[in-house]
């Protein structure tokens, strides 16, 4: 597995959780990270992704409550979700860039109930 991602669960409305993405050495110059999501029934959506270039961009239904960030060593993508409601449940999918490569991680499940 090339990326590991882990820190869904089961979550209360107005509860937080942090996910975590975790890359393999076999990916090297990563250059940006980003967290997407897919709703059951709807197509997978962009959440965050930051670059190491220091640009960092969200979705509207996201911004305020979640925080993306990442270790110094660029292998570790997190998201802080804080605020969470009923409509952020669906799995969440890691994916890392280096240039001309795309990984994607196994996605992590949160539910977030009312």
């Known amino acids: 597995v090339q990326l590991q991602a882990s820190g869904g669960g089961l979550v209360q409305a107005g509860g937080s959780l942090r996910l975590s993405c975790t890359a393999s050495?076999?990916?090297?110059?990563?250059?940006?990270m980003g967290w997407y999501r897919q709703a059951p029934g709807k197509q997978r959506e962009l959440v965050a992704f930051?670059?190491?270039?220091?640009?960092?961009s969200y979705a509207d239904a996201v911004k305020g409550r979640f925080t993306i960030s990442t270790d110094n060593a660029w292998n570790t993508v997190y998201l802080q979700m804080s605020s969470l409601n009923p409509e952020d449940t669906a799995v969440y999918y890691c994916?890392?860039?280096?240039?001309?490569?795309?990984?994607w991680g196994q996605g992590t499940l949160v539910t977030v109930s009312s």
């Open positions: 994916r890392a860039n280096n240039g001309r490569n795309t990984y």
């Open positions: 050495e076999s990916i090297f110059r990563i250059d940006a």
């Open positions: 930051t670059t190491s270039g220091g640009r960092t």
